[in-house]
């Protein structure tokens, strides 16, 4: 106690105050976007990405049930970053009371020292730290998926057998699979883990469960059209242009083999992914028998995202945060309570030791990364002051191209706001888009304005043009640290203020 309350009252301030003018992450913009549509509209399209997969005129491949939650607290909020950051806040919480109750009131597993270490691992985890504020699916899927597997596992062990709560462990983990497809890894964890146990007839009552959830997903697929958009914007969208790379049946098998890449791919997680690993190696054979079904669960969250998963991105790794946190912790505590004495390589002393060692750098490398982004505050002012400095007073006309977050608050000012990015996912498919093609491009969208971050300066082959250099269709007009700016040739330079930025 004398060590885990003060380091967990500072971890918990430091999230708390890390909240405050919390900088918007790109995929605060790019799906924030679709709620904003869909409540303006009441269905999901995107400006941001205009010119992909007719995004512009309805998207359907979207996180459904998330981009509801977020369009109801636009319309509770208003339009904001933090409105929609709020969205994972809300069941970051939920979780929590959902965590404290399973371990120390329904399952009786931790004690109050247990609790304290598992929150300090919990607030120390910077994809914790980051994804808790920021409006993506993974904390909404993490909850609904961790409140199935209470259910679901409750069900198998219990010997008064309750169908309804298979039932409805299913439709949790549907719920999961309408907040992002990647819920559908929870719910074939859940499915064979049934199967596991030898729980074949129970297994058609939880796959009914999930059914019932389910279709929620395709409220917008109402005609043929619809499901043929859907197909388009699902299989040809730039984001899965690596399934191309290999035949289609042998990415699965190429997922699972690079799978490694996940979790050691930066020293912000290699310090987190050796703990655990170190931890679970050194408990595995007292988890799997006196925690059988946890055990089983995470192992089957992990092969099945390396399956599944398209992408190597570390977010994803929270779909298993909760049952990891669970393990170390169970094994941490059975090291001090004696109940794990033998080991296979070393004498318990150095195991100790090394395990503490292992657990202070990762505490320490985490604060330091969870430093770094609760450094960065934002206001919108920022992005209405950029408006100012580059347009008319007649916004509303305008179509630009702009950093993806420049939505906040600008989307209400602009006729069109086209991300940056959305050149580099079209150049993914065309390669001309580079450079003076990238111009052409961006004529034939009728942009007004374009701006352009240095990151992206590079890939679209701009970054040596200079204030002053003149091109068929735009002229650079200001070109600084923070990005370079673009006008189109009809525009009348004289009523446009171009002041440098700092």
């Known amino acids: 106690n004398k060590f885990l309350i003060p380091v967990l009252v500072f971890l918990v301030l430091f999230f708390v105050y890390s909240l405050w003018r919390r900088v918007p ?10 709620a904003y549509w869909f ?41 904001s970053v933090y409105s ?37 691992i919990l607030f120390s985890f910077p994809w914790i730290f980051k994804y808790a504020f920021l409006y993506r699916p993974e904390i909404m ?38 907040s992002h497809l990647n819920g559908l890894i929870l719910a074939a964890a859940g499915f064979f883990l ?30 043929i059209q619809h499901l043929g958009l859907w197909r388009n914007q699902f299989f040809n969208s730039p984001s899965l242009d690596s399934l191309n790379s290999y035949i289609v049946w042998l990415k699965p098998v190429v997922n699972l083999l690079n799978e490694h890449l996940r979790y050691f791919h930066n020293p912000e997680i290699i310090v987190f992914s050796i703990f655990i ?63 794990i004495t033998r080991y296979t390589i070393g004498k318990p002393a150095m195991i100790r030791n090394l395990l503490l060692f292992l657990f202070i750098v990762f505490l320490a490398v985490s604060t330091y990364y969870n430093i770094l982004l609760a450094s960065k505050k934002f206001s919108p002012e920022q992005n209405r ?42 150049q993914k498919s065309d390669s001309t888009i580079f450079g003076e093609g990238f111009l052409e ?21 701009v970054a040596s043009y200079k204030k002053g250099d003149v091109f068929e269709h735009y002229r650079v007009i200001d070109k600084n640290e923070t990005m370079i700016v673009f006008e189109r040739k009809e525009i009348n330079p004289q009523n446009i203020n171009t002041k440098q930025i700092k």
């Open 25 to 34: 992450d790109i995929d605060d913009a790019w799906i924030g976007e679709h």
């Open 39 to 79: 409540a303006k509209d009441g269905y999901a399209h995107s400006e941001l990405m205009r010119g992909i997969n007719h995004q512009e005129d309805l998207l359907v491949v979207h996180h459904k049930l998330f981009i509801f939650n977020g369009a109801l607290a636009i319309k509770a909020f208003g339009f």
């Open 84 to 120: 929609l950051k709020l969205v994972s806040l809300f069941y970051f919480f939920i979780f929590l009371i959902l965590f404290y109750f399973y371990v120390c009131k329904w399952e009786k597993i931790f004690n109050k020292n247990d609790f304290l270490l598992a929150l300090v």
């Open 141 to 178: 899927m993490m909850t609904l998926g961790f409140t199935g597997f209470i259910l679901l596992e409750n069900y198998i062990e219990n010997k008064k057998k309750s169908i309804w709560k298979a039932v409805l462990a299913g439709m949790f983990f549907g719920l999961a699979v309408t």
């Open 194 to 223: 049934l199967l596991w146990n030898r729980k074949y007839n129970s297994a058609w009552a939880y796959g009914a469960g999930v059914l019932v959830a389910f279709p929620i997903y395709f409220y917008d697929l109402t005609s």
């Open 277 to 339: 690993f170190v931890t679970l190696i050194t408990g595995y054979k007292f988890l799997y028998r006196h925690h059988t079904n946890l055990m089983r669960f995470a192992i089957l969250v992990a092969i099945i995202t390396g399956v599944m998963a398209m992408h190597k991105s570390r977010q994803y790794m929270l779909l298993n945060f909760p049952y990891l946190i669970l393990l170390v912790t169970l094994t941490l505590k059975a090291i001090n309570e004696g109940k």
């Open 385 to 426: 002051k950029l408006a100012e400095n580059y347009t008319e007073r007649d916004e509303i006309n305008k179509k630009v191209i702009a950093p993806m977050t420049f939505i906040f608050n600008e989307i209400e000012y602009f006729n069109q706001i086209q991300g940056e990015v959305c050149y580099i996912e079209l």
């Open 441 to 461: 491009k961006v004529y034939s969208f009728d942009r007004d304005l374009i701006m352009i971050t240095p990151y992206y300066q590079q890939i679209l082959g």
